[in-house]
């Protein structure tokens, strides 16, 4: 059966593809003008970037269209598939901020499955077959050249009822039996080459238990599954194109045992899956990554999953901004991962307040400062948004500024702190530098400066031009701090295409740099496990969940260089 898809001139109209498809369907009145949507994830492992992507499409479409989206588990394969995930799929779901009319699982529908099943073997339109899967794989011939019929292609159909019932109450080996369809092993379709529908599988299922012990495959249960729950539009990524022929034959054989349900009828549309440059989105993959202990678990934040970027400080409205901007295609590419960072830094640059914090302190002595003084200096939260007011930051004598803020012989173009230099210290005063101290091993242990009284806001000489502006932190006022830096988790641009090297050797060693001795400002003591800021000059982060009291753990979600947007300005 050919099908002939009409897209419609949906660019002028500005919609995506889909969109376009389902604003069509709706002014022909297929399906009652009816739009049912569902997210089908398989519950073995869990959510990542791309499944956002597929998330935004299937709810998006039932949102835009006053239709509804369901959550439905594909729980057909119990040797992979967990609670564990089925949770963490929920709670990623909701905190994307999308919510399922209703939770559905592929293994509610194993009773009706089943009874499916018998009627193709009653139709003679399956078969049981006794031979291995290696044995099934080798006879289903290439492209070009048909495939061989199994021996048991033309077995009676008592015979495969009989022996469909055992391979269901364990009195078969797994492995030793199939389910097949009986459709053409000369199809230039492989997919057509009589495909397994049913197989053995003797582990216990997460829901149903010992109940079941032949499984419906997916090919098999997917597309009934969409049919018994009524889907109108079934949305899926581009690797299932070339199976929808075969979902379209299953619906057919259901459509002539059921036709009390007129002319309803499924749709499946494939489009682009989401791929990032230095990430890898395999389940199976990722799971390695944890199992291994190659990471900290799911939700490190060096993983692309939903929980390692909440984890890390992205935000929804941030992730689902970057799915907006890529959109929806019918081909393949990979998308840099820069511009999903230049989507988390619009969103945050608006949101997070600014603070001061220092992580690789070195110890600046205002030798001119009154001894025991403190000021209390105002600063604004956030200049992009004036109604998230201010806050108040102590200076002192003794501050701590950034390590590399100092250099003792300069080339021209520093314009930090380097002595007989000039610099503001931000929202306090001009300082500059008279020398500094070293230790035994010729490291820098204290430097020193002079501040200049009148260059403070409000003051005669407070606009004084000087080049540089630091950030600091004052030594008795601020409080200690671990930092987590992350960096890209993978080396190569896309480790996915490196087919003769193991994934695990693509790793960037250097994808966590952990620094203990940080200092913090004294508003930060308030903070959250999650809360995000922005460090002055130093970029967007984020209160990570092991923080204990007194010791606060900060992840770098982002830094405020922008590779995307330099990209864009090349151009
Ligand atoms: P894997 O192949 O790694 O096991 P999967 O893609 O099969 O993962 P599912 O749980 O079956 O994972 O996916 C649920 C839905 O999410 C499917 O509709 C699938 O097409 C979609 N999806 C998965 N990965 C992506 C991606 N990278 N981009 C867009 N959609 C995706
Ligand atoms: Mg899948």
């Known amino acids: 059966m050919t099908e002939i898809i009409v897209v419609p001139e949906e660019e002028k109209k500005g919609l995506n593809f889909i969109e376009a498809i389902v604003e069509n369907d709706l002014a022909k009145g297929k399906n009652g003008k009816r739009i049912q949507t569902r997210f089908p994830p398989e519950p073995n492992g869990y959510l990542h970037i791309g499944h956002a992507k597929a998330i935004c499409m299937d709810f998006g479409i039932a949102q835009k269209y006053g239709g509804c989206c369901n959550l439905r588990f594909d729980d057909t394969n119990p040797t992979k598939e967990d609670v564990e995930y089925v949770d963490s799929i929920m709670e990623d779901i909701r905190w994307l901020g999308f919510q399922w009319k209703n939770v559905f699982y592929a293994s509610d529908y194993f009773p009706q499955l089943w009874d499916f099943a018998l009627a193709l073997i009653q139709n003679g339109k399956a078969y049981v077959d006794e031979q291995s899967a290696e044995e099934i794989a080798r006879q289903k011939g290439t492209p070009t050249q048909a495939g061989t019929k199994s021996p048991f292609r033309d077995r009676p159909v008592s015979e495969s009822l009989a022996l469909f019932e055992k391979m269901n109450k364990g009195e078969i080996a797994e492995g030793a039996m199939v389910l097949r369809a009986k459709i053409d092993m000369a199809s230039s379709n492989m997919h057509f080459r009589d495909p397994i529908i049913y197989r053995i599988i003797t582990h216990p ?26 889907v109108t539009h079934s949305l899926c990524t581009l690797e299932f194109e070339v199976h929808r022929p075969l979902y379209n034959w299953f619906i057919d054989q259901l459509k002539e045992i059921r036709p009390e349900d007129g002319d309803y009828r499924p ?47 992205y ?55 009154p001894e025991g003084q403190v000021e209390m200096m105002e600063t604004i939260n956030n200049p992009e948004d004036e109604s998230m007011g201010t806050h108040r930051i102590a200076f002192a004598r003794e501050i701590y500024i950034e390590r590399d803020d100092f250099m003792e012989d300069a080339p021209k173009k520093f314009f930090r702190l380097t002595p007989g230099q000039e610099v503001r210290l931000k929202n306090a005063y001009i300082i500059k530098c008279t020398g500094c101290k070293k230790d035994e091993q010729g490291e820098i242990s204290e430097i020193y400066a002079e501040y200049d009284s009148q260059t403070r806001s409000g003051m005669p000489d407070s606009n004084r031009k000087v080049k540089g502006t630091l950030h600091w932190v004052s030594v008795a006022h601020s409080l200690p701090a671990e930092v987590r830096l992350y960096d890209r988790l993978f080396i190569v641009e896309n480790p996915g295409e490196e ?14 740099k952990v620094l203990h001795h940080c200092r913090i400002e004294a508003e930060l003591a308030k903070a959250k496990p999650l809360d995000v800021f922005q460090f002055q000059r130093l970029g967007y982060f984020n209160v990570d969940p092991d923080s204990k009291e007194g010791n606060l753990i900060f992840n770098r979600t982002v830094s405020l260089k922008d590779a995307w947007s330099k990209i864009k300005s090349k151009e």
């Open 205 to 230: 299922h997460h829901r149903t238990g010992t109940t079941w012990k032949a499984y419906p495959m997916y090919d098999f249960a997917h597309g009934e599954s969409d049919y018994f729950e009524g």
């Open 267 to 313: 749709q499946q549309t494939e489009f682009n899956r989401l791929n990032l440059t230095y990430t890898l989105m395999s389940k199976r993959k990722l799971l390695q990554l944890v199992q291994e202990k190659l990471v900290n678990g799911w939700d490190d934040p060096r993983m692309p999953t939903i929980c390692g970027y909440r984890r890390r400080g």
């Open 315 to 369: 935000t929804p409205e941030a992730i689902k901004n970057f799915i907006k901007k890529i959109g929806y295609t019918k081909y393949d590419a990979i998308i840099d991962v820069a511009l999903l960072e230049h989507a988390i830094r619009e969103d945050l640059n608006v949101k997070a307040p600014r603070v001061s914090a220092v992580i690789d302190p070195v110890k600046l002595i205002i030798t001119n400062y």
């Open 499 to 512: 087919k003769d090297r193991d994934f695990k050797e693509l790793l960037n060693p250097d994808s966590l």
